[in-house]
Each structure stands twice: as structure tokens, then as C-alpha cells.
């Protein structure tokens, strides 16, 4: 199915790559691991059940193994391929981009090579998001598959490779844990326009997102006057500044340490919310990361009060952050959420 790729309000322009010209692609491997998993399990598990049980890192190997030269000179890159334009491309994010031309449902893929993505794709979320997921991108883009790409860098099966795929309203990794210090594999993205028409209203109705703003606005209405002066920032930032502060810089917003701790069991759950579309070694990632730098503890919740939906005080943008934490969520015009998270603030971002 064709789908018109529609423009995104405050978004940069679609991001459809030209053909790279890269610095030595990465070369065949024999293949032969693919089966490995299916000896040590019972007869009764087929094939089809074998490999959806395997961790997404597994399934990219097999994907790796299937590609064709022609096919690994498009989608395959070395670990720290650096684009002319948009810099070190394993870790760039944005809203609205392809990593590369060939999209998932094209006919660049085989049916086996697209069933393998999909299992990726699946393995990289919690498998309670799985339709909500399919129904944002069938929203934002006209479905799975039709609007979505991916690279795979280094070589799978060695210490360095990362999956990542693309689309409008979508930056995902599997990583295996090969890119050190980070959580996810690099910085993310996710968000929701799930009418098409770019401003929601106020009530987020069938925003798939919009229930991790309701639990974060339930620790707005715990706090006291004297707490929501320190919450309360006036101006939002530019929605893709997640980089992380210098030691020297202030972060806004009130710190957690100065909420009771009624309100401080109610970040938590709020980071509970913000992690639960990811596969449990990602919610694992982001909790380590989080406690090298101090926990929440060590984190600001600010709440944005220049562009609230509706003037009703329930506030559409806001965000938590910490030294090496930052989740930013941008409910106006509709849900954008940036996501960078480290074990380290000296860990850079291309953005």
C-alpha cells in the first residue's frame, strides 16, 4: 500500500536518505547460527515459535546472515560511520526521518527478511504496547512497515552491533548492550497525531502516549504553592534539547528532593509509565543508568505553563530530568517525547 508521507507540524522536513556513499561497508559473514536456539528447545516449539522467542539481538543476526551484498551495501554501516551530513549515524535522532531508503514493506526485502524485522520490532516493546504501537504508526503513517526503515551497524554477533529503525514519530535500537554507557543503545523518540489534523485538544483523545502526562500531572496536584513555584517554568525549551547539562548548569523545575514522599512514590510511578512500552532489559537499562547518577533523587520535574491546551493548568508539556536523564515530553500541538539517558553526562548527543 502507497501512503503520502504528511509533513509534521514543528517538525523538520522529512528526512529521506540519498544514496551513501560510505567508508567501507561491513562484509558477508558465514552464516550457520541461525538454528542454535532450536536444538536445546523441546520438538513440540516450531520453527516460527523458536525464533519468537529469541531476544530481538538474535533475530538481527539472522537478519544480518540473510541480506545480500546488494542489500548490505543500502541498510548495513560500520559501527562508527560518520555521515557527511548528519554526523555519527547510529546515534542521530529526530522526529521525522528514514536512517535509509528502503522501507520495510518495499520490495527491497524478501517476506522471510520482513518477518524477521517484524519480530525485532516486536522484541525491542513490551509485548502489551504491540497494538498500541501498530496504531500510532497507522495514524502517523499509514501503517507498519509502509513508512518505516532501518540500518543495521557494526556486524552482529561480535561485542559492537545496533539495530536501529526509523519513521514519523519513531527512533528505536537493539543493541545488545554494545553501546556503552547508554540506555536503549542511544538516544529515542516517540510520539502521536492520532487524528491527522496536528493540534489535539485538550483532552488528548486517543493519544496513545497521553496516560504518561495524566500520572505526571497527578504530581502537579500534589504539590503545595510554594512546590509549584519551583515547578512552574514559563517558556518551554526547543522540544530536541535533550542534551545533557554541564555540572555548572541549574536544571529546572522542582528538584525531587524537595517533594514528600507521597509525591516522590508518585514519580516513580511516573517513571514506571514513561519506561513500560519497552522490553524489560530496556526498563532494566534506564533504572541502572538512573541510579549511577543518584537515582531520582537527583532529578527536576519542571511543568511548562506557556503552551497549555485548553488553559485548564493540566499540563501538556513537561518534563523530568536529571545529570544524565532526560525525558522530554511535548504534549502541544500534539505528543513529541524526546529521550536521552546515560550512566554518564559527558556521553554526547547527535541530534
Given at each position: ?78 559501527w562508527e560511520y560518520v555521515d ?244 522530554h515530553f511535548r504534549g502541544s ?19
Amino acid at each position: 500500500m502507497s501512503h503520502e508521507q504528511r509533513p509534521c507540524f514543528q517538525c523538520e522536513s522529512f528526512d529521506v536518505d540519498r544514496t551513501v556513499n560510505r567508508r567501507g561497508f561491513i562484509r558477508k559473514t558465514s552464516a550457520g547460527a541461525a538454528g542454535l536456539a532450536a536444538m536445546s528447545l523441546p520438538r513440540l516449539w516450531s520453527a516460527d515459535d523458536v525464533a519468537r522467542v529469541q531476544p530481538p539481538e538474535t533475530a538481527v543476526k539472522h537478519l544480518f546472515d540473510s541480506l545480500t551484498e546488494h542489500q548490505r551495501a543500502k541498510v548495513c554501516f560500520d559501527w562508527e560511520y560518520v555521515d557527511s551530513e548528519r554526523g555519527l549515524l547510529r546515534t542521530r535522532v529526530s522526529n521525522n526521518w528514514h536512517i535509509t531508503s528502503q522501507t520495510i514493506n518495499s520490495k527491497f526485502f524478501s517476506d522471510e527478511q520482513r518477518d524477521i524485522i517484524r519480530r525485532i520490532y516486536e522484541g525491542m516493546l513490551d509485548p502489551d504496547w504491540h497494538a498500541r504501537i501498530d496504531k500510532q504508526l497507522e495514524d502517523d503513517a499509514g501503517g507498519y512497515g509502509d513508512s518505516q526503515s532501518i540500518a543495521i551497524f557494526g556486524q552482529p554477533g561480535t561485542s559492537d552491533f545496533e539495530f536501529v529503525m526509523t519513521g514519523r514519530h519513531m527512533t528505536l535500537r537493539c543493541d545488545g548492550n554494545s553501546a556503552d554507557h547508554v540506555a536503549f543503545g542511544g538516544p529515542i523518540f516517540y510520539g502521536h497525531d492520532p487524528h491527522g489534523t496536528f493540534n489535539e485538544d485538550k483532552e488528548h483523545d486517543g493519544n496513545v502516549f497521553w496516560e504518561q502526562a495524566i500520572e505526571a500531572n497527578k504530581v502537579y496536584e500534589m504539590l503545595d504553592g510554594r512546590q509549584r513555584q519551583l515547578a512552574e517554568i514559563a517558556i518551554s525549551p526547543d522540544e530536541s534539547n535533550v542534551h545533557f547539562r554541564r555540572k555548572e548548569q541549574s536544571i529546572p523545575g522542582i528538584p525531587v528532593t524537595e517533594m514528600s514522599a507521597d509525591q516522590r512514590a508518585q514519580v516513580q510511578k511516573v517513571l514506571r509509565k514513561l519506561i513500560e512500552p519497552y522490553r524489560q532489559s530496556d526498563r532494566d537499562e534506564v533504572t541502572a543508568c538512573l541510579k549511577a547518577q543518584g537515582g531520582l533523587d537527583q532529578c527536576h520535574l519542571a511543568f511548562y505553563t506557556d503552551k497549555d491546551i485548553g488553559n485548564d493548568r493540566i499540563w501538556d508539556n513537561w518534563r523530568l530530568e536529571g545529570p544524565a536523564f532526560v525525558w522530554h515530553f511535548r504534549g502541544s500541538p500534539h505528543v513529541h517525547v524526546w529521550v536521552n539517558v546515560a550512566d554518564d553526562p559527558s556521553v554526547k548527543l547527535n541530534a
